[in-house]
């Protein structure tokens, strides 16, 4: 499916470390976007990533995609407490964009 | 200024009943988008309009009815609510159709007892 699927489900680090998440997907894509979802809130948008493009950086995060492996990484560096939340990749077809079920970060202090 | 906004943002109602939620977003976007996050968390989309005609509408109950009086607006109608709509509805928007980063209000959480 063209559904994103995030793994790991659930990750857990303490503060300071990095996480990186990872996103797999079955067809191809236009581009590839991350977000975040505070618990209790919506989505807010972290970095898009076009197809043609293999890294982006913004600020602690650095994003991969490698479309012959059909996957994409989120890299956040130097953890903080406050970066605690689910993220989420979305893949971007002709005007339809999906959603995966996130990876819960959990960052402790 | 709120970017995006749904009314409310509880829900909680007996089985049967019908109910509304609103949505409102003040960005000029010309695409609306209802999504349906379940107890896994687990994001799908229910419905999504551009310039008030409907996009996708996804494998959802007939019971769910979306109604769009102009492109600032997408409210979601509900009919026969069952135990299995409890969920968390977001209404989300953007530039266009599926190009473009969405942008997402804060959720109403329904819950049918």
């Known amino acids: 499916s063209q559904q994103g699927e995030e793994d790991p489900q659930a990750l857990s680090i303490q503060e300071g470390e990095n996480a990186t998440m990872n996103c797999s997907y079955k067809?191809?894509?236009?581009?590839l976007q991350w977000y975040r979802q505070n618990s209790g809130r919506g989505l807010v948008h972290l970095i898009l990533?076009?197809?043609?493009?293999r890294e982006k950086h913004s600020g602690r995060l650095r994003v991969t995609l490698d479309t012959s492996k059909k996957s994409s990484s989120l890299l956040i560096t130097a953890s903080r407490a406050a970066d605690t939340a689910s993220y989420f990749c979305a893949t971007e077809r002709i005007n339809d964009m999906r959603f995966g079920a996130g990876t819960r970060l959990t960052v402790k202090p | 200024d709120t970017a995006v906004s749904q009314t409310p943002k509880y829900l909680v109602t007996q089985m049967g009943n019908d109910k509304s939620i609103k949505c409102e977003q003040n960005?000029?976007?010309?695409?609306m988008y209802w999504y349906k996050q379940d107890s896994k968390k687990f994001l799908k989309i229910m419905f999504s309009?551009?310039?008030?005609?409907?996009?996708i509408n996804e494998t959802v109950p007939n019971r769910f009815s979306p109604k769009s009086p102009d492109k600032a607006h997408l409210n979601l109608h509900i009919n026969s609510l069952e135990l299995g709509d409890s969920a968390v509805y977001f209404c989300a928007s953007s530039q266009q159709q599926g190009k473009e980063t969405q942008y997402f209000g804060p959720g109403t959480r329904l819950l049918v007892l």
């Open positions: 067809t191809s894509i236009n581009n």
């Open positions: 990533i076009r197809s043609n493009e």
């Open positions: 309009y551009n310039n008030k005609e409907l996009i």
């Open positions: 960005l000029g976007h010309d695409t």
